[in-house]
Each structure stands twice: as C-alpha cells, then as structure tokens.
C-alpha cells in the first residue's frame, strides 16, 4: 500500500491552485512491563538490587529503566519487614511504567534454631 504524499498542489487551465496536505498524527499507546518480582530472605543484607527485566515500547525500542528508588519498612531496616526496589521505563512520549521487586525479610523462627545439629554454626 502507497502511503499518500505529504502534499499535492492541483493546478487547473485556469491557473487556480489548491493545495492538499495530509497530517499524520502520531500516538503511542502506553506499554506493559512483567509482574512485579519477590523473593523471602532471611537477613536484609540479602536484599540485594535485583537485574530489571527488559522492556520494549510498542514501537519496539529497548526502554532504560531509571532507578532503584528503595523503600525500608520500616526504615531502616534492621531485622524483618520488607524492601523494594522500583525501576521506572519511559518513552519517548513520556509513557511510563514502574516494575517493582519486593523482598520480604523473615528470620527464621527460633524452633527451627533449636534443630540444628551441634556442629552446624547459626548466626542471628
């Protein structure tokens, strides 16, 4: 399919002009990024910046993402609670989407220590 001229002057044996232009109006539709990641660790040192997925614009661009912003509940976070990671993508329009990793920290319950073998070394 030919795509039209962006214009087309039409001229008459009279000498009268008329021009005709065509206008293409450009839109990007906002684009999807995966689920959002998680992961259980048991210290907060294990919450470590997780590798973002790879994003595409609906015209099939690779976006960069911007980030992490990193949120602590509670802040800061020094035993058990959660840690986020948020990477933001956006167009070139400036459409854009967050893509979030959430870890949860969770110590291991003190049941679970006294199973332990004598040999074995646990540190809290």
């Not at 232009?21 to 990024?33: A, C, K, L, M």
């Not at 949120?71 to 993508?89: D, F, I, K, Q």
Request: glycine fraction near 4%; hydrophobic fraction near 35%; include cysteine.
């Amino acid at each position: 399919m030919k795509e039209p001229e962006p214009m087309l002057i039409l001229t008459q044996t009279v000498k009268a002009t008329a021009v005709w232009s065509f206008v293409y109006t450009i839109e990007r539709n906002p684009f999807t990024v995966p689920a959002n990641g998680t992961a259980t660790v048991a210290c907060p040192a294990l919450a470590v910046a997780p590798t973002p997925p790879v994003v595409l614009s609906n015209c099939g661009e690779t976006l960069t993402p911007t980030g992490p912003a990193i949120t602590n509940v509670p802040n800061p976070l020094t035993c058990e609670g959660t840690r986020t990671y948020a990477y933001t993508y956006t167009d070139c329009e400036g459409n854009f989407s967050t893509w979030n990793f959430v870890y949860t920290v969770e110590r291991l319950p003190l049941q679970y220590l006294r199973m332990v073998p004598q040999q074995w070394h646990v540190r809290l």
